[in-house]
DNA sequence: CGGTGCGTTGACATTTCTCAACTGTTGTGG
DNA sequence: CCACAACAGTTGAGAAATGTCAACGCACCG
């Protein structure tokens, strides 16, 4: 059952840094590993919710349904994001859906009953807890603020503004961590109008992409496109 | 120093409600009374972050200035709502702006010196942090939804719906807590838009406002608009 | 009583979506 | 290992939604 490598691994998670080693591996007991393959489902809205999750590699979406039947993304998570820790704190069941986005996607499962027992008898971990959740609370108020970017060219710059870049030489180079389906859903564009103005940025000569890289040869006209909305 | 009110006022609040006596009444000394006129500031970005509020009346609006000057409402809080908890636990300045949006709104505000003592020593206080900062979750998760419906127009509709009504009896009857321009910065639309949308559905009798109150007499229709986007 | 700012309305420009067709890519079962 | 299905991405044309700019009435406040 106790699995050394997960307590090494959640070592390195921002809000559990701090936490004792004792700690970290009465966590890692009741923990185990998931690899998911692309599409697969980590959980869904309504189900008890019995766990939560640490990404360790791949990107895994979150996303209601709204009446429509239409998917609402709410977050696509990365390599190192914990995700669900607030259902399994103050819910009794998942408030959405969670599935796997990118193939050989790995996580950390942390069985709710043990954690929350841990939880309530360990201060230090409650402190943990509240940073975790606060980490949660910054990512989406950021989503907010790049939502209510009135329009979808400015989203879209903003958005790879944000994106960690590959080098640090030469021109800024980006890499998507997923479709870009996937992408046109977290920004509320359709893909039409997202391949459309990546058509136009290309021809303006402002990046070049291939596939779900994405090179920027005028980054400070993308910065000005994201904050005053300028036309390109 | 010590404002057996204040404590008493605390009590009422969803996820102080289980902190017994002492704790509260711990919370109360350090906290005083704020009374603001509309447009007043309760703090500024970039300011220390040096205490944490509770809306007892009134509306406060918490927004950033983006890079182009503009306003970008985060949210709108209303009476019972606490607002900078997260910022006092784990940054050093606020994130953001909030100022009073009507006149006469009353803030408690709770030093965070003190709080920050009080939440070390004491587990139960963690737990109602917990539980305060995942409210929060769910309240920006709801605002992620809510932008990022496609259209104004299903905003508009999803926003009025959850607005809490004012009488069982009859038509629904809705009071907007701002002024319409205040709404239409929250919904990310144009005052111009807004008008227009409020104005081809009162012709289409599905309501009726006059100023901040609306009466709304065709709800089943207006849901078809916020899931389907039905046209009216 | 005059200003200041909210709300409304109109005309027009622009953005974005929808629908439809087509191409390229990927993964899989035969 | 190939052929084909399924799906991602692109492009075009036209429709619809929303923003911009401008003017004006109206209420509230000093």
């Known amino acids: 059952m106790f699995d050394a490598t997960i307590a090494a691994e959640l070592r390195f998670l921002p809000h559990f840094r701090a936490l004792p080693a004792d700690l970290l591996q009465a966590l890692a007991t009741g923990a185990r590993r998931r690899t998911l393959a692309a599409g697969e489902v980590v959980f869904s809205e309504g189900e008890p919710a019995r766990a939560f999750y640490v990404v360790r590699q791949g990107t895994v979406k979150v996303y209601r349904i709204s009446a429509d039947g239409r998917e609402q993304v709410l977050h696509h998570l990365g390599e190192g994001r914990t995700f669900a820790e607030a259902a399994v704190l103050t819910m009794p069941v998942y408030p959405a859906h969670a599935v796997a986005v990118t193939g050989g996607t790995e996580l950390i499962e942390i069985?709710?009953?043990?954690?929350?027992?841990?939880?309530?008898?360990?201060?230090?971990?409650?402190?943990?807890?509240?940073?975790?959740?606060?980490?949660?609370?910054?990512?989406?108020?950021e989503r907010v603020e790049e939502l209510a970017v009135a329009s979808a060219t400015a989203r879209l710059a903003h958005y790879l503004l944000r994106l960690p870049s590959k080098l640090a030489q030469g021109p800024l180079v980006l890499e998507l961590p997923f479709a870009k389906k996937d992408l046109a859903a977290h920004l509320a564009i359709t893909p039409e109008t997202l391949s459309r103005l990546l058509r136009r940025w290309q021809d303006a000569g402002l990046l070049r992409t291939e596939g779900r890289r994405f090179e920027i040869l005028d980054e400070r006209l993308l910065v000005a496109i994201a904050d005053r909305d300028e036309k390109v």
């Open 111 to 141: 069985g709710a009953e043990r954690f929350l027992a841990l939880f309530r008898t360990d201060p230090r971990l409650a402190a943990a807890m509240v940073s975790s959740l606060s980490m949660w609370l910054i990512s989406l108020t």
